[in-house]
């Protein structure tokens, strides 16, 4: 049975702060989210597959194929500063 002290601190856990009418009315909701966990646990799962999602999924990506890229020096001419072909960026590591 979930009482007002069950609900007070999971709402402390999730950092919320509750009315007291909002207390009134997690508190059967809360009940009722228990019980139905309860019954999925009961489940005879024996056999059964785990499986990471329930339709068939398939890839919509096209395919990974090598193209020409861009030249480098239209890459990088208008970076703020540069060397040696590269992009300079301030040290963020000491």
């Known amino acids: 049975m979930i009482e007002k002290k069950d609900i007070l601190y999971v709402a402390k ?3 919320l702060s509750l009315s007291e ?3 009134q009315a ?3 909701q ?3 989210i228990i019980e139905f966990a309860n ?3 009961k489940l005879d799962t024996e056999g059964v597959l785990p499986t990471n999602h329930i339709l068939e ?3 919509v990506f096209r395919k990974d194929e090598v193209k020409e ?3 480098r020096e239209d890459i990088i001419k208008n970076a703020p500063t540069k060397e040696a072909g590269c ?6 590591v000491e």
């Open 69 to 71: 890229s861009y030249p």
């Open 87 to 92: 992009i300079l960026v301030p040290n963020v």
């Open 30 to 32: 809360m009940g009722e």
């Open 21 to 23: 009418e909002e207390i």
């Open 57 to 59: 999924i398939q890839n």
């Open 39 to 41: 019954n999925i646990s």
């Open 26 to 28: 997690l508190t059967p």
């Open 13 to 15: 856990l999730a950092k």
